[in-house]
C-alpha cells in the first residue's frame, strides 16, 4: 500500500511516500529559514512560504519516489495540533487531490505522526510501550497500550522541553531555533560547571517544567561579565543540557519501573539531541530497550505522518473529506 503524506503544522512543508507503512521512499523536507531573522515562526510567513513550495515539492516526492498518483492508495496530512493557516495550506491540498482524484484521505495527529517515526524504522517494539514525545511544542510521556489506544502519564505545567532549548539558545546567540546548536555546544563543555534546577524531578507526578529552568540560566548569564560568558559558555550549554535531560530520563525511567514497560520509544525534535540518547543509554538497566528514530525522522517531516496515516486507515478507516486543521488537537 503506497500512501502520500503531508506535514505542513510549523515551518517545514514536507511530502513523503511510503510503502507498506514502513519503507520511505522520498520524504521531501524543506525547512523555512524566512523565520531565522524574526528569531521565531512567524505564522503568516509560514503560510505563504507553504502555499509556495508544496506543489514543487508534492512533485518532487513523487519524482524521487518514482511513482505516479495513480499508484497512490491513501493520502495522509496533518490535520493538527499547530498553526492553524500551515495546518490549512497541506491539508485542503491534500483533500483537494484526495477528492479530483477519488483516493480515500485520512487526517493525522501530529504527535502520533512522531511517535509513529519509530514503525518505521524499528519492527521490534512491544505493541504496549512507553513513549516519550519531546518536541518545540509538547513534552508527553505516553503508555502506548496499542496503536491509538494511549493514557498520558505526564506532560509540561509551563514550557515544552524543545521550547526551553529553543528559549536558551536565544539568549545564548545561538539563533533560531537553537536546539541543534546547542546541544553541539554542550558537548564541548563541562555538565557540572553549575548545578541548574531539575524541575519536579522527585515529584511522583509524570509531570515536567521547563520555565524554571530556563530562567535561572538566564539569571545565571546576566549575572556573569561578557568575558566570563564567552569563557562558559559551553560549560553553561552543558550544564543546561544535563539539568533539562536528565529529568525527562529519571522520570521516564521511574514510569517504565512502576508501570513495568520494557520498551521505551523517544520521539520529536528533542529526540534527536545527543544527550538525551547517552544518557538514557547509561541509566537503561535489564530488559529495557531503547529505540529511537533517525534524526532525519525525529524532527518535523511526511514520513511519519505517511505512516501514522496508514495505521489510523488500516484501524478506523477513511477520515470524511470535511475534517477541518484543529490547532489544538489532543491525543488522548
Ligand atoms: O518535532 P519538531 O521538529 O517540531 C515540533 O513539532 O515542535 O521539534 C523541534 C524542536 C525545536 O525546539 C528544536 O530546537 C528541537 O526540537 N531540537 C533539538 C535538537 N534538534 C531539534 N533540541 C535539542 N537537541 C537537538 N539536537
Ligand atoms: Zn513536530
Avoid: W
Avoid at 529553543?166 to 545564548?172: N, R
Avoid at 546541544?183 to 507526578?205: C, E, I, V
Avoid at 549575572?223 to 569563557?231: G, I, M, P, R
Amino acid at each position: 500500500m503506497l500512501v502520500l503524506g503531508i506535514e505542513s503544522s510549523c515551518d517545514e512543508t514536507s511530502v513523503a511516500i511510503i510503502k507498506d507503512g514502513r519503507e520511505v521512499l522520498s520524504n521531501i523536507i524543506l525547512s523555512q529559514d524566512e523565520h531565522t531573522k524574526f528569531g521565531g515562526v512567524v505564522p503568516e510567513v509560514a503560510s505563504r512560504t507553504h502555499l509556495k513550495t508544496i506543489v514543487p515539492i508534492y512533485e518532487e516526492a513523487l519524482e524521487k519516489a518514482g511513482v505516479t498518483l495513480s499508484d497512490i492508495d491513501l493520502i495522509a496530512a496533518t490535520m493538527g495540533p499547530g498553526l492553524v493557516g500551515p495546518l490549512l495550506v497541506g491539508l485542503t491540498f491534500a483533500k483537494g487531490i484526495a477528492y479530483a482524484h477519488s483516493i480515500p484521505f485520512v487526517g493525522v495527529n501530529h504527535m502520533e505522526g512522531h511517535l509513529s517515526a519509530n514503525y518505521i524504522t524499528h519492527r521490534d517494539i512491544d505493541e504496549r510501550h512507553l513513549s516519550l514525545i519531546v518536541s518545540g511544542g509538547h513534552t508527553m510521556l505516553l503508555e502506548v497500550k496499542s496503536f491509538g489506544e494511549y493514557e498520558m502519564l505526564g506532560n509540561t505545567r509551563d514550557d515544552a522541553a524543545g521550547e526551553a532549548y529553543d528559549k536558551v539558545a536565544k539568549i545564548m546567540g545561538l539563533g533560531y531555533p537553537g536546539g541543534a546548536a546547542l546541544d553541539k555546544l554542550a558537548n564541548q563543555g563541562d555538565p557540572t560547571y553549575m548545578k541548574f534546577p531539575r524541575a519536579m524531578l522527585h515529584d511522583k507526578s509524570y509531570m515536567f517544567s521547563y520555565s524554571g529552568l530556563k530562567t535561572a540560566v538566564s539569571m545565571h548569564i546576566k549575572s556573569l561579565t561578557a568575558e566570563e560568558f564567552q569563557k562558559n559558555i559551553a560549560n553553561i550549554a552543558s550544564s543546561f543540557q544535563e539539568a533539562a535531560i536528565e529529568v525527562l530520563v529519571e522520570k521516564t525511567l521511574r514510569a517504565a519501573k512502576e508501570k513495568q514497560i520494557n520498551h521505551i520509544t523517544l520521539a520529536g525534535g528533542v529526540a534527536a539531541n545527543s544527550r538525551i540518547r547517552s544518557m538514557f543509554a547509561e541509566r537503561i538497566r535489564g530488559n529495557q530497550k531503547l529505540f529511537y528514530p533517525p534524526i532525519s525522522l525525529c524532527t518535523d517531516n511526511a514520513a511519519m505522518i505517511a505512516t501514522a496515516g496508514y495505521y489510523r486507515y488500516k484501524k478506523d478507516g477513511a477520515s470524511e473529506l470535511i475534517v477541518n486543521a484543529v490547532p489544538y488537537l489532543k491525543m488522548v
